[in-house]
DNA sequence: CCGGTTTTTTATACATGTATAAAAATTAGC
DNA sequence: GCTAATTTTTATACATGTATAAAAAACCGG
């Protein structure tokens, strides 16, 4: 009981042996997304890659958004983490984009999203430098984390709504929205209908950029 | 086969007449959510309510999603509208304000907000005066929708995150984020391991609003 | 070697959304 | 009235996440 022995290799001694293990479980998972996307990653499947039995995934994680949550942070963790300027503020909108963009570059990211909110490990790479470099540009701490609290807020907006976009998009039921915007009544809402057909090109358009650096442009001083 | 005949009521004469409507359902529904919560709606439960099967709602409704598109549309049709003030910037956050009151006064929206999003009919009042306050601020139509846009994903952000972080609260599990922040490496986090603690605290205060304005203010020109 | 303890694995079961196909109930044409 | 067409309802089935409880496989002290 030397309690400077290595803590972690001291393996317990007791109980059956694990025949798998947390490691090969989200290895497993990678080959299973990696190949069939996320839509193919089930437990009976996942068991059957490891060669096990679905509920003994369960004894290495808690549940099916751990087992995402982890996935995902082993994926930030693999991304490359841009050079970042050195004016405060212009680094604060880098890494807010390089945020977004590692966000955007994981499709599967919105189930993951609604459930936790990246708040572990690789994630935190981005909040230190968005906090950090909103306090650079003369906020103090608490209402610099509450700038990143809402660059957060804007960013998994973004990220979630589009993707629901890009969701109704694929599956091709002319949309209720196309419905409800080619006949709109134009006493009660003349803004929209003098829009009309041209929301769907607007909102298509990418202005994540822009409204960023409004955001930012309004939070510091 | 007259053209001019009344187009709605003209109920098809031919095929075995139905014995529950769309309206029943949704009315059932309505009962239901109130009563047990949202998470009590499920198909075989509603099929009981309205005495039919699962499967005969399906005649009615799409699918899940769509009976909680048109649960939220209702719910959204019954809400007050408050009356805006004048000057169009102020009206621009307070239509923004009612719309972040309206879904997080409703617990389970957040389901319906990632598949879809509340661009049907009662939500409707919503964007058209945050457009048309927009550009009463000075705005071209083009960058007033880009501006409406940026509100929505802020607002739907933070109702799906925040959301996410009751639930996360509401299971009592010491969450993974507590662990991280628990212990950050001073080395490569030093900001937030300066703000340690606190993190919590700061994140859980409401500051929807002030980052609101803060939007608007780098929005308008 | 044996019974107890601990850990991991397995078997079984359930609730859920919904696909598919058959059945039922009606009208239309003859 | 009979057959075909049309619409709604029902029955059955499947895949999924996961709860529960039993079983298996290793350790320990005797």
Redesign the pocket.
Known sequence: MDPMAQSVPQR?????????SREEVLAAARRVVEEGGVG????????AEVG?????L???VK???ELLLLLLDDYAAGLARPALPEDPRERLVTAALAMHDALAGCAWVVEVLVADDLMSDAGLWYAENIVDAAVACGLTPERAVHAYRSIWYYTAGEIIIRAAGRRRAADDRPTHRERVFADLDEETLPRLASIGGRWATLTAQDTYRQGLEALVEGLLP
Chains 1, 2 share one sequence.
Do not use: C, Q
């Open positions: 317990p001694r007791v109980g059956r042996p694990p025949r798998i193919s990653l089930t437990m009976r499947r996942l068991a096990s039995t679905p509920m003994a369960y004894h290495h549940d099916k958004e």
